[in-house]
């Protein structure tokens, strides 16, 4: 099967709406056709990767640890919009620190979040076969 | 062109359906081929055949049965994803009695799958076009 560029660009926050969640079982179920993917971060979708998210008040399951798996599925371009974490009073220490093994290199441990501005990211969605945005 | 479309909203309450519908239509009527329709999220509410909208406004979920996608089995290719409507009440005749539910609401000219069948519409198709809001 050919491989494409799959990027799942995320624009809305954990909770309130379904996007989040259903964004991610995409994600997930995408991990097993082999694809070259992505996912991209902007506007409210930044706070889905927020260290210390805490559900048990608002009785919502917390998904959010589930980004923690994606690097064992070889999903490990997370980028993030440096515009959409300033406009809202957040920095990349905010963020969960998200990791994957690299098998080219010993398998260290390397970041999979890189924060980009939006013109880089431009850049990168233009790159992609197939965005899906949610 | 071959196109895949994703429609991630239900009917009525937002016009992303009624959009992808149109432009699905447009895409056919213009020699293209629609490979698949997938509805996710709310977009699965798109399948009820119980819906019964005034007759002086347009019938959505006919208007998707009306451009009888299917394969070359012969298969509906309005595919309604599994969780997002098992989640939502929506059911066909197998999962209903699965679940020992009596009766069900899946219009026949879709069927439901997994996520999957989304993710090979993206591989299969020059253009994966969603509709949402």
Known sequence: MATKKFMYLNRR???????????????????????????AFMDDGVYQIVEGQETDGIGMKNFSKTFHALGDYDINKLYVSKESLEERGLSESDLMPLVY???????????SVKVVTNDELKAIMSEQDVCLSF | MKFAIQVNEGPYQHQASD???????????????????FFYHDGVNNASR????????????NNWASLDIKNAEGEPELVVCVAAALRRGMLDES?????????????????????????????QCDRLVVFGD
Not at chain 1, 101 to 111: F, I, L, S
Not at chain 2, 50 to 61: A, C, G, K, N, Y
Not at chain 2, 97 to 104: D, M, Y
Request: aromatic share 10%.
């Open chain 1, 13 to 39: 926050s954990s909770f309130g709406t379904v996007y989040a969640i259903e964004s991610l079982e995409v994600v997930l179920i995408a991990a097993a056709f082999e694809q070259d993917v992505s996912l």
């Open chain 1, 101 to 111: 093994e690299d098998e080219d290199d010993d398998w260290e441990e390397k970041p």
């Open chain 2, 19 to 37: 959009t992808a519908f149109q432009f699905a239509k447009a895409a056919i009527e213009n020699g293209h081929e629609i490979f698949r329709v």
């Open chain 2, 50 to 61: 119980f819906t019964l909208p005034p007759q002086d406004d347009r019938h959505v979920v």
């Open chain 2, 95 to 123: 999962e209903a009695s699965k679940n020992s539910i009596e009766g069900n609401n899946l219009h026949p000219a879709f069927r439901i799958s997994g996520l999957g069948q989304l993710i090979e519409a993206g591989i």
